[in-house]
T-cell receptor
Framework: DSGVTQTPKHLITATGQRVTLRCSPRSGDLSVYWYQQSLDQGLQFLIQYYNGEERAKGNILERFSAQQFPDLHSELNLSSLELGDSALYFC????????????FGQGTRLTVV | QKEVEQDPGPLSVPEGAIVSLNCTYSNSAFQYFMWYRQYSRKGPELLMYTYSSGNKEDGRFTAQVDKSSKYISLFIRDSQPSDSATYLCAMSEGLSGNTPLVFGKGTRLSVIA
């Protein structure tokens, strides 16, 4: 167990809908990272927050947004969902800002039907 | 050409074999090289982390980086059925927040008892 908690584990929703994925980082970790893993694209970095502020942005669609709250948990919001958004979404956390030192959660499997 | 290329496998070996996993990359600015192991339905976990060129050994695992060839390898000695997983290489230009990890698509390994 990495100490990073993601909820829900599974999510099935219809196209056009909006969902929120939640991540609780390891105790003491200030950085949260979001990744998307699909069969054709592999694991892709979406966005990083450090102590409540956005630090880096990757291949995140405009329909997606994230935030990190004062208690350091983070939420990833996905809206106007399309079939192609079906994927595993991972959250990772680290003490500092070094992504290489992050620990991953078990992921949320999103299925858009 | 994708920034990081990794043969998806699957790779099947008998227990006790030496396994060689490889990635090639195109971005000469990459300096930090990681290998992750991902079991089915789990998040990636960091196995090895090397900086620049050279070798690093940790138990049965050896990571090699050849920056001149833009090629990295992970060797697993005396492979065990518990090593059966997907192995992801990852790399970044630096360790700051705005140099996120770029992952290969992963190689699926099966070690047969």
């Amino acid at each position: 167990d990495s100490g990073v908690t993601q909820t829900p584990k599974h999510l099935i929703t219809a196209t056009g809908q909006r969902v929120t994925l939640r991540c609780s980082p390891r105790s003491g970790d200030l950085s949260v990272y979001w990744y998307q893993q699909s069969l054709d694209q592999g694991l892709q970095f979406l966005i990083q927050y450090y102590n409540g502020e956005e630090r880096a942005k990757g291949n995140i669609l405009e329909r997606f947004s994230a935030q990190q709250f004062p208690d350091l948990h983070s939420e990833l919001n996905l809206s106007s969902l399309e079939l192609g958004d079906s994927a595993l979404y991972f959250c990772a956390s680290s003490v500092g800002r070094r992504g290489a030192e992050a620990f991953f959660g078990q992921g949320t499997r999103l299925t858009v039907v | 050409q994708k920034e990081v290329e990794q043969d998806p496998g699957p790779l099947s070996v008998p227990e006790g074999a030496i396994v060689s996993l490889n990635c090639t990359y195109s971005n000469s600015a990459f300096q930090y090289f990681m290998w992750y192991r991902q079991y089915s339905r789990k998040g990636p976990e960091l196995l090895m982390y090397t900086y620049s060129s050279g070798n690093k050994e940790d138990g049965r695992f050896t990571a090699q980086v050849d920056k001149s060839s833009k090629y990295i390898s992970l060797f697993i000695r005396d492979s065990q059925p518990s090593d059966s997983a997907t192995y992801l290489c990852a790399m970044s230009e630096g360790l700051s927040g705005n140099t996120p990890l770029v992952f290969g698509k992963g190689t699926r390994l099966s070690v047969i008892a």
